[in-house]
């Protein structure tokens, strides 16, 4: 047997690993199981669960535009000034009415006098300039807040963009692609679009309700009052529509987010989809999608439409009363036509922002649930390192890896690794197979701290890796998956990404060890060769012989292949083979492999079957004892005779 032996769930505990370890009551508690990660084709997820902070989320967007707090005064300054100017109009317009009227009068009577024209034409170009000065600053507040909005969503966006760089593995295992796309594109647009318009018509409805309403005072107080009461009808009727329309909003924004999700899934599998014949049933779930949201989104607009019929009929009853009493009050000479001419002006100024209330109010409510879920974003859980005792860069790392007594489950009532002990030496080849589901790519997940523990410790040189950060551990280890990904950048940026300060000497030196230069010459632009978006411009194999050259740039102590040569013929995965040979000398290596053939020269292979190392030993050692790797091995060269006919 190998020196590297290794104890199943039921063999004798391992002696502990060189180097400082922490009492054995002292290993932290670790983070409590997720739920179970979902396939790649597994449930559509419907926006989370339902918003429970709606009045937080409005404090929590406040806390973003709290920095621009001065820019926001200036806004209010500008839209006052607007206010201020264009609410005189009318008060200096009836003096041209007031004098018509006095002047038809006069030469009725047979006066001498009549229409001072001059005086008209003096009023007139006193009104073109309040108006232009008017318009300066409407300008001027659209300018500002239009910067705030387009400044506060830049920020809001690159919070998300970081917290995501923060979220746990399994938060992801959890949720669909498009439905966090949507948060962060649709949510974060439709907030700051809200903001834009909500904030601007906000202040200007405040401020044209106090100066119109100190204009209206100044012409009748007994007018005046006829009009306020056209304000607590309308404010019952606002809020009574804002609360029935409210969660019509948030299933809205729930909805657009699940139908982000299905087409972001459907697009990407579309390859998978027309090979199943599966348009049919894609259309349908992506119609009762579609149809939740169409009746939400419906709802929420219906109820918010009704608001401003409802708004005329009360503007148009309280301008008929103020009809009726200001002729009343003009044959008493109670007042003058000049003045029931601006008060029916200012009337119509009055119950405009009333009028806006509706608007406002429908933008609010979609703003507020988009902050809803942004924010509902923001506060997932995140991948913290707890305590940080040492640092790679401190020391000088070996390669010795030890996992002892490690328990894992992605759901608490499901455990995956039940336990597992081994012990590995610097430049070892390691190789962990078994059936699907017997919890490999786990293992090697957990050495890489995507997941934390339930119980049990990794070790790598004897320190605890939940004692170091996860990017600082990362720094050692270098992992190629099974699924590929390569990104929209030329084959140089993409080999280049296993080491951004590599010359392009560097790395055509690790494409010719991963068998890549060959192939890679033989494209149009050679190394410059843009690689799609969806990387359907090279063959799969050449994809994974790609990550593989990226891997060997990297150039770190250990080393994890996860079904690294699956997606190869086998004449490149016997090139590879030699590459990974001269690549994997003086690093400890971790190879996940179900051709086993292609693992026959490691030093260890560990065989694993629902979460517990069964065998260990070198190949012809696990063959001689005829047991489950064997039965494995072989199971791969079987051929099944077929009677004659």
């Not at 409590?32 to 396939?39: D, E, F, L, N």
């Not at 005792?389 to 690794?417: L, T």
Request: aromatic fraction near 8%; charged fraction near 20%.
């Amino acid at each position: 047997m190998n020196e590297s032996k290794v104890n199943g769930s039921h063999g004798a505990k391992d002696k502990m690993p060189p180097g400082p370890h922490p009492p054995k009551n002292s290993m932290p508690n670790r983070m409590p199981p997720g739920r179970r990660p979902r396939g790649p084709r597994g449930p559509i997820m419907m926006g989370g669960e339902k918003p429970k902070n709606f009045r937080g989320s409005i404090k929590k967007l406040i806390g973003y535009v709290s920095p621009f707090k001065w820019h926001l005064l200036l806004v209010a300054f500008c839209s006052a000034a607007t206010t201020v100017f264009t609410a005189v109009g009318p008060k200096i317009l009836s003096l041209i009415t007031n004098e018509l009227s006095r002047g038809v009068m006069e030469m009725a009577t047979g006066g001498s006098k009549g229409i001072d024209f001059e005086y008209i034409g003096s009023i007139i170009i006193t009104l073109l300039g309040l108006y232009i000065v008017s318009m300066v600053f409407s300008y001027l507040q659209g300018f500002i807040i239009a910067e705030i909005s387009t400044k506060i969503g830049y920020n809001l966006r690159n919070t998300m963009m970081e917290k995501i760089n923060r979220l746990p593995v399994k938060y992801f295992n959890t949720m669909t692609h498009g439905e966090v796309l949507s948060r962060i594109t649709n949510d974060v647009d439709t907030m700051t679009q809200g903001m834009t318009n909500s904030i601007t018509q906000s202040i200007r409805t405040i401020a044209t309700l106090v100066f119109v309403l100190i204009m209206m005072i100044s012409i009748s107080w007994k007018l005046t009052l006829v009009a306020m009461c056209m304000i607590p009808v309308s404010a019952i009727f606002t809020m009574l529509t804002v609360k029935l329309s409210q969660k019509h909003y948030r299933n809205q924004q729930k909805y657009l987010g699940a139908v982000n999700g299905h087409v972001e899934e459907m697009y990407g599998g579309h390859t998978v989809i027309k090979a199943f014949s599966g348009e049919e049933r894609a259309l349908r779930e992506f119609d009762e999608l579609n149809d939740k949201l169409y009746n939400s989104a419906w709802r929420a607009q219906f109820l918010t439409g009704l608001m401003m019929p409802i708004m005329n009929i009360i503007e148009h009853i309280g301008y008929v009363v103020i009809c009726i009493l200001g002729a009343y009050m003009t044959a008493a000479k109670a007042l003058m036509v000049g003045d029931i001419q601006a008060f029916l002006q200012y009337i119509r100024s009055f119950t405009q922002p009333i009028r806006q209330i509706a608007n406002i109010s429908s933008q609010m409510q979609s703003m507020a649930a988009a902050a809803e879920r942004v924010f509902e974003f923001l506060d997932e859980e995140e991948e913290t390192d707890g305590e940080v005792r040492y640092e790679m860069s401190k020391m000088e790392i070996k390669g010795d890896v030890s996992f002892d007594h490690v328990k894992f489950s992605y759901n608490k009532d499901e455990p995956v690794i039940k336990d597992f002990s081994a012990s590995v030496k610097a430049g070892q080849k390691i190789a962990i197979v078994g059936p699907t589901g017997a919890g490999k790519t786990t293992m090697v997940k957990l050495l890489m701290r995507f997941h934390d523990l339930d119980d049990g410790a990794i070790y790598i040189d004897g320190y605890n890796i939940a004692e170091f950060a996860r990017k600082d551990l990362r720094s050692v280890l270098s992992m190629v998956l099974q699924d590929t990904w390569l990104f929209n950048g030329t084959i140089m940026e993409n080999i280049r990404y296993g080491n951004l300060n590599a010359s392009d000497e560097e790395v055509v030196k690790a494409a010719k060890a991963a068998q890549v230069d060959h192939f890679v010459r033989t494209l149009p632009g050679s190394y410059q060769m843009v690689i799609n978006e969806e990387s359907s411009n090279i063959s799969q194999g050449q994809k994974q012989l790609l990550t593989i050259a990226r891997a060997i740039l990297a150039d770190k102590k250990i080393l994890i292949l996860d079904e690294a040569t699956s997606s190869v013929d086998t004449r490149t995965e016997i090139l590879i083979q030699r590459a990974m040979d001269n690549l994997m000398k003086g690093r400890t290596s971790f190879i996940i492999a179900h051709r086993l053939s292609t693992i026959r020269n490691a030093d260890l292979i560990l065989c694993m079957r629902d979460g517990d190392i069964v065998e260990q030993g070198t190949h012809d050692e696990l063959m001689a004892e005829n047991g489950f790797y064997a039965q494995l091995y072989n199971s791969q060269f079987e051929r099944v005779s077929q009677p004659a006919d």
